[in-house]
Every structure is written in C-alpha cells, then in structure tokens.
C-alpha cells in the first residue's frame, strides 16, 4: 500500500525551513527518501533503518518512528537547488522493493 | 562508469505496436527494478528481479514482460502497447544489501502510445 506523503506542495523563500512527512499503514523496516528535479532521474537523499542507521546526505535529515510508522524529512534553511519533488520510498515486511508515495513538490523562490 | 543507461531515451508508439526496453548497468548489482511515473502518481513498480534468471511482479505489472537473462541487463517488454502505457520508464539497481541500499535510477524513457 502506497505510504501518503504531507504536504503535497510547499512554496518557500530561500533560506526558509521544510518538513515533509511520509506516513504509512503498516509496519516498517526502512524509508528512503529521493529527490527528483523536472525531466530528470530520482536521485538518493537518505536512508533510515529500523533500529537506527541512517545513510545518507549531509546537509539534510531525517527522522523515523517506527512505532507510528512515519518518517519526516528536514529541510533546513533552504537553498534554490533544494527545489524539486521529494518521493519517500518505504519497506515492509519481508519485502525486497520499495513501495513510493505520490511525492511532494518544493519551490524555492529567491 | 557509465550506471544505468536505458535505451531508447523517447518511442513513440501505436497502439497494438510491441516494443522492448533495455535496462543495463556495470556496477555488478544484484537487484534490478522497472517503474513507471505518472503526474501526481510517484514511482510504481512494474516488475522487479533479485539475481540474474529470476523476476518478479510488483504493483503494475499488468501489459508488461521482463526478462533477466545476463546479471547487468534488465528487458521490459510491451507486447501489445495501449494508450494507458503512455508514461515515463524508469529503470534502477542496487547491491546485494537489496533494498536496504541505494537505489540508482537510469534516466528515464518516455514513451507515448497512439
């Protein structure tokens, strides 16, 4: 089942602060969090793991309850190249794919 | 390194046409794994492999064939194209982590059917 990403759009002044949240109804393992720019590929931001390990990208973070079965994404004082949509990915229970939300799209105005 | 190239980068089809696509990357992984992308849709999984001879469906999987016959190439199949196939393609890996790892996208096909 496809996890539901909030907001679906967000329009911020560079500099400006995001959260974007990904919610799922079952029970998680990982989330993946991917950031796509128009006509381009989906490129990795972050990974987190149930337990606590996270790869990922330095100047962005993220969080993951697993008993709520949600992930946040933080995006912090917002640069122009921060536009773009954001798509979590997740995985449960004995899977070996990820299944993504509908994503959220970021503009960053100067 | 060239990642994950998929062939062609646009097709443009007829309905009832047949068509294959080529996924193929040089980074020796393990998993392999087709999307396809509508507006406000996000990614959804066509069809999905684990190692080289085996496949999986994933969530669309409806219209297409795979085939993983060498470890680095990935073919996704449309037999019979319809317009409800009209869509960007995407292609991605990872390691033998699987889906606990980073996944590496080619950069899309865009496909549009008459």
């Known amino acids: 089942q496809q996890p539901v990403q909030s907001p679906q759009a967000v329009i911020l002044r560079e500099g400006e602060d995001a959260v974007i949240n990904c919610s799922s109804s079952?029970?998680?393992?990982?989330v993946h969090w991917y950031r796509q720019k128009h006509g381009e590929a989906p490129v990795f931001l972050m990974i987190?793991?149930?337990?606590?390990e996270q790869k990922g990208h330095e100047k962005i973070s993220a969080s993951f309850n697993e008993k709520k079965q949600q992930s946040s994404l933080y995006l912090t004082a917002s640069q122009l190249s921060y536009s773009g949509t954001y798509f979590c990915?997740?995985?449960?229970?004995?899977?070996?794919?990820?299944?993504f939300g509908q994503g959220t799209r970021l503009t960053i105005n100067p | 390194n060239a990642g994950v190239t998929q062939t062609p980068k646009f097709r443009v089809l007829k309905t009832g046409q047949s068509m294959t696509l080529l996924c193929a990357q040089d980074?020796?992984?393990?998993?392999m794994y087709w999307y396809r992308q509508d507006p406000g849709m996000g990614l959804r999984l066509i069809h999905y492999?684990?190692?080289?001879?085996?496949?999986a469906k994933g969530e669309v999987p409806d219209g297409y064939n795979v085939s993983r016959l060498k470890k680095q190439n990935f073919l996704l199949g449309l037999e019979s194209a319809a317009p409800s196939q009209t869509s960007v393609y995407f292609c991605?890996?990872?390691?033998?982590?699987?889906?606990?790892?980073?996944?590496?996208f080619g950069a899309g096909t865009r496909l549009s059917v008459l």
């Open positions: 990915g997740t995985e449960g229970q004995g899977a070996q794919k990820l299944v």
């Open positions: 987190l793991l149930k337990g606590g």
């Open positions: 079952k029970a998680l393992y990982s």
């Open positions: 492999s684990v190692g080289e001879g085996t496949t």
């Open positions: 991605a890996s990872n390691t033998l982590r699987g889906v606990r790892d980073i996944q590496y």
């Open positions: 980074m020796n992984h393990e998993y």
